[in-house]
């Protein structure tokens, strides 16, 4: 069974980094076509895609985020982390991680697994 | 970057009813189209891959459409699990993932 969880403090002040932790079970960060992404969404809002990390070690980050964005992943401890610089009240939310996979067939890449989330407020 | 549109932004609809969402992206995307559904205080859940494949598990009332800028997510018979938020999400470039806004299915 693959299971993600998402784990970091619950509460942050303005102008500190956050990090969170992903750990996945179920399937190995080294196995191909695969990944993690990191999403957010505020309270009553819509997603946001904000980074992820393949198994080739490849990564990306939501252009309007990326100086503020880490990524990275321990393939042996099965965690994925992403750190955010610099907090602002704006980026209360809930964080999610979701594993990436890509079909064989024209490598169409989708979200199949998710964590539950976890909230992170950002207040003085 | 490629921006996604979806509408209606919310739309309220009885049991039994055949609902389309249409989402749009800002340029071709070719197939690369995802859906996801989510309930209020859980994480999403796809739907559909590759614009147009379900997901192993999903119910067969659920299918996706469309191709380069347009796509749609129908259901052909509303049932009461189903109301909750649709939002599509474009792969087309590995590099940079972005998700519509949303649509939010409820009760008429």
């Known amino acids: 069974q693959v299971t993600l969880k998402e784990s970091g403090p619950v509460l942050v002040k303005p102008t500190e980094t956050l990090t969170l932790t992903c750990t996945v079970s179920g399937f190995s960060l080294s196995n191909a076509r695969m990944g993690v992404s990191w999403i957010r969404q505020p309270p009553g809002k819509a997603l946001e895609w904000l980074a992820h990390?393949?198994?080739?070690?490849?990564?990306s980050y939501s252009t309007s985020l990326k100086s503020r964005l880490t990524i990275s992943k321990d393939t042996s401890k099965s965690q994925v982390v992403l750190t955010m610089t610099n907090m602002d009240p704006v980026d209360t939310a809930t964080y999610y991680c979701?594993?990436?996979?890509?079909?064989?067939?024209?490598?169409?890449?989708?979200?199949?697994?998710w964590g539950k989330g976890t909230t992170v407020t950002v207040s003085s | 970057d490629i921006q996604m549109t979806q509408s209606p932004s919310s739309l309220s609809a009885s049991v039994g009813d055949r609902v389309t969402i249409t989402c749009r992206a800002s340029?071709?995307?070719?197939?690369?189209l995802n859906w996801y559904q989510q309930k209020p205080g859980k994480a999403p859940k796809l739907l559909i891959y590759?614009?147009?494949s379900l997901q192993s598990g999903v119910p067969s009332r659920f299918s996706g459409s469309g191709s380069g800028t347009d796509f749609t997510l129908t259901i052909s018979s509303l049932q009461p699990e189903d109301f909750a938020t649709y939002y599509c999400?474009?792969?087309?470039?590995?590099?940079?993932?972005?998700f519509g806004p949303g649509t939010k299915v409820d009760i008429k």
């Open positions: 979701a594993r990436i996979c890509g079909t064989i067939w024209g490598y169409y890449y989708y979200m199949d697994v």
């Open positions: 340029q071709s995307i070719s197939s690369y």
């Open positions: 999400q474009q792969s087309y470039s590995t590099l940079i993932f972005t």
């Open positions: 990390i393949f198994s080739n070690d490849e990564k």
């Open positions: 590759a614009a147009s």
